[in-house]
């Protein structure tokens, strides 16, 4: 196994992960609980939409809270991505991806373990599989970024 550098364990590039965990673990607390970003989101959409029937403002609050899945996780995967490549002048490599995949889905089933213990919230595997669709695609993001640096070569 490789010695890890001084610069990948650097705080100076995990900062940005660890700070971000802590936003995603605040999103899943009561806060950010179903119950209060309809008090949010569906008004916004009733006065973009008059006349809406309510449920199909239920599914766009869903598929909204879904959406927010997918970013908060697509973030963490560009970030966890941009610190295990911090000591390589290299834009891509394989374990990079999977690393960033693993670590991805780890966190997003951590995450759903904790939201097990708030009252407010449920935990589920399906959301689980949301997040590490947003870390897949971080990791493409970054596969297409390191293509196109090749290209212009």
């Known amino acids: 196994m490789p010695v890890l550098s001084r610069r990948r364990l650097s705080l100076r590039v995990w900062w940005p992960v660890f700070l971000w965990m802590a936003v995603i673990f605040i999103f899943s607390s009561d806060l950010f609980s179903a119950s209060h970003t309809s008090s949010v989101i569906e008004p916004v959409v009733y006065a973009l939409f008059p006349g809406i029937h309510q449920e199909t403002v239920e599914t766009v609050h869903e598929g909204t809270r879904k959406a927010g899945h997918v970013i908060e996780y697509l973030l963490l995967g560009l970030l966890l991505f941009r610190a ?70």
């Open 84 to 153: 295990l490549r911090a000591d390589s002048d290299l834009k891509w490599r394989y374990r990079w991806a999977v690393w960033t995949l693993l670590l991805v889905t780890g966190y997003a089933a951590s995450d759903e373990f904790h939201q097990s213990f708030v009252a407010s919230r449920t935990s589920s595997a399906f959301d689980v599989l949301i997040d590490a669709a947003g870390g897949l695609l971080a990791v493409i993001v970054m596969r297409i970024a390191a293509l196109k640096s090749q290209w212009r070569r």
